[in-house]
């Protein structure tokens, strides 16, 4: 045995079961022992270690278990950095295992040689090492594996190339060797009863709760849905914890942020008190004022303890063991008045965001193709969507129920992911339909090439159906927005304009299925066709870059200063400008006429 036999006899005995990733030389004995593995764990081949380290982030997202992505030495581990940057920045677990050049050869600027610990000290910090004997393993892979697991966080095992060709031999029962053993146990912090009374002070004395989840709250359904109903408050959701709580739920505001909802803005606005369970949102400016409320933190890792915002108690703790002893100390609020109020407040969102979809655009609203989606998803569908104006369509007009998953690059936003992740969520599930919703920007990033890689493998999902919805708006549109809006710029076409592909004839040309969509009529029925096909499948929807992503608390001179940079940059788009300008005053006026918006 090979110590590449070993490492993979290792990997198969923590029960992984793909390693997502791309060949190259300085891995040729890894691959090698693949063959005589019978390809177990599978190999599944990306078209760049960049999208197979976000495929291990997507599968680990949606599995619940360790990613593991291998790359070539040099360029190749070079190209994992940016999804592994996005494990570690949205705290999920994955392992990278990458070559290198022979022992011989380093220190001696050889071919392909990268000082690798130096590359990855900082993305794979809490576990980097390099095997230069035999007798390091298992204990090497164990760690990485462990550590990733424990701590969500990202490792990384370098091999070089002439150690996977060595002879395994184990450690010994000698000096200086170090046995190792398989799994990690199964843990779940609790904070103290005093500091649980304390917490449950404060929530008590609170008239007007909200609640803030994130991705940590996923496992505590049941207990957070217990505090809601027992406080009265309504519950918010930052984007990482979108598939934590139903959306259907009548107290449920939604997405919070620039990307938000406006009942989740009111909710910080006029509360009393705040409790944020497993969440490390990042923008302070959505939460409540410092000297408004008094403020619980619930979160698993003591190292996010006490971020963001002057909590008053922090419990680190698992959140459903942690809610499961804060809840006998909860009383239960008479008054309904400040509940009552939240989900009239949702109510009324609704019905904006109906009229928002309902708006002409030139010639299709992305708003109407993400809303028209919303009711003919699946229960049990996976939603990916990527970075740019698609994520706030995902935000603010998918209604998550029942078994549905959703997730994006929620810290490192980076582009081109939705495609991977989908990818990843196809390996984790098989048997599940998947949606990615992507801007033709991501599309032409990533989105397009790993196309082939669903055409790979789509034959032997139990459910072939993997929709990719390309939002061509012809323009970087987020990114434009941003300019016009904060910079008071006009949109400067050398970097935002964008090339007009035909995805859906790509995607016929390769196997699968594709439509072109350019009327709003359409658009309901392509969804539809699209997600009863036998085979994945893209959309195309010609969509109308003016169409603003305007944050829930846009003030009417950011409008008029976003309105007059299009203008001044293309004096020929001002009717088309106007419609978007338009959907927002229609919700302005429709806000005068809501209980909240009398009262201001």
């Given amino acids: 045995m090979k110590v590449s036999d070993y490492v993979l006899r290792r990997l198969r005995a923590w029960d992984v079961e793909q390693v997502f990733g791309y060949a190259g030389d300085g891995i040729n004995g890894l691959l090698a022992a693949w063959g005589r593995a019978d390809d177990r764990p599978r190999f599944v081949q990306a078209r760049h270690e960049e999208t197979a380290a976000l495929q291990a982030v997507g599968y680990a997202k949606f599995s619940g278990r360790t990613g593991v992505c291998v790359a070539t030495s040099g360029p190749g581990a070079i190209h994992l950095l940016n999804g592994l940057y996005d494990a570690k920045l949205d705290h999920v677990p994955v392992v990278a295992i990458v070559g290198q050049t022979n022992r011989s050869a380093m220190g001696g600027s050889y071919m392909q040689e990268v000082d690798l610990h130096s590359l990855f000290k900082d993305v794979a910090a809490d576990y980097c090492e390099t095997v230069t004997v035999p007798e390091q393993l298992p204990n090497v892979i164990d760690r990485a594996m462990r550590t990733a697991t424990a701590k969500r966080t990202v490792t990384a095992v370098i091999i070089p190339a002439d150690v996977q060709e060595l002879d395994y031999s184990p450690p010994e029962h000698a000096f200086k060797m170090v046995p190792s053993s398989l799994g990690g146990a199964s843990y779940a912090p609790l904070p103290g009863d005093e500091d649980l009374a304390r917490a449950a002070e404060i929530l008590n004395a609170g008239e007007r709760v909200a609640v803030l989840i994130g991705q940590g709250a996923r496992g505590a359904r049941p207990e957070v849905e217990m505090v809601a109903e027992t406080l009265g408050a309504g519950v918010a959701k930052a984007l990482l914890g979108k598939d934590a709580l139903p959306d259907d739920l009548p107290y449920v505001t939604g997405a919070i942020g620039l990307l938000g909802t406006r009942p989740s803005y009111e909710l910080m606005r006029d509360c009393d008190t705040l409790l944020v369970i497993g969440s490390s949102f990042p923008y302070t400016q959505f939460l409540p004022e410092f000297d408004q409320a008094r403020s ?68 299709v609203n992305p708003e109407y193709v993400v809303h028209a989606l919303d009711p003919l998803l699946p229960d049990d569908a996976i939603v990916t969507a990527d970075s740019g104006s698609s994520a706030n369509w995902y935000a603010r007009h998918l209604t998550f129920r029942g078994t ?13 992911c939705a495609v991977p992740y989908a990818l990843g969520a196809k390996f984790a599930h098989p048997g599940r339909p998947v949606v990615a919703l992507v801007g033709d920007g991501a599309m032409q990033m990533n989105g397009m090439a790993e196309l082939v890689s669903a055409a790979k493998y789509w034959q032997e999902w139990d459910d072939p159906r993997l929709v990719v919805a390309v939002l061509n708006n012809r323009d970087l549109n987020q990114v434009t927005w941003e300019m016009r809006a904060m910079s008071g710029a006009p949109q400067f076409l050398p970097s935002q304009a964008l090339p ?51 944050p829930p608390h846009a003030s009417p001179d950011q409008i008029e200063a976003a309105t007059q940079a299009v203008l001044q940059g293309d004096s020929d788009r001002a009717a088309v400008v106007k419609q978007g300008v338009k959907a927002k005053v229609q919700e302005l006026l429709a806000f005068r006429k809501s209980p909240s918006g009398k009262k201001r």
């Fill in 404 to 416: 549905m998953r959703g997730s994006l690059s929620g810290t490192l936003a980076t582009m081109g």
């Fill in 296 to 363: 619980v933190q619930i979160d698993i890792d003591p190292f996010m303890i006490g971020l963001r915002y002057p909590f008053e108690v922090n419990l680190v703790g698992d959140a459903k063991a942690t809610l499961t002893r804060l809840l006998p100390l909860l009383h239960r609020k008479k008054s309904r008045k400040w509940r009552e109020k939240t989900e009239k407040n949702i109510a009324h969102w609704a019905e904006v965001m109906e009229r928002r979809a309902a708006v002409e655009a030139d010639p």
């Fill in 500 to 550: 007009d592909v035909p995805y859906a004839d790509f995607a016929r040309s390769i196997g699968l299925g594709g439509r072109r969509v350019e009327k709003p009529d359409d658009v309901r029925g392509a969804w539809e066709w699209a997600l009863a096909q036998d085979r994945p499948c893209v959309l195309d929807f010609l969509t109308d870059p003016a169409v603003p992503p305007i």
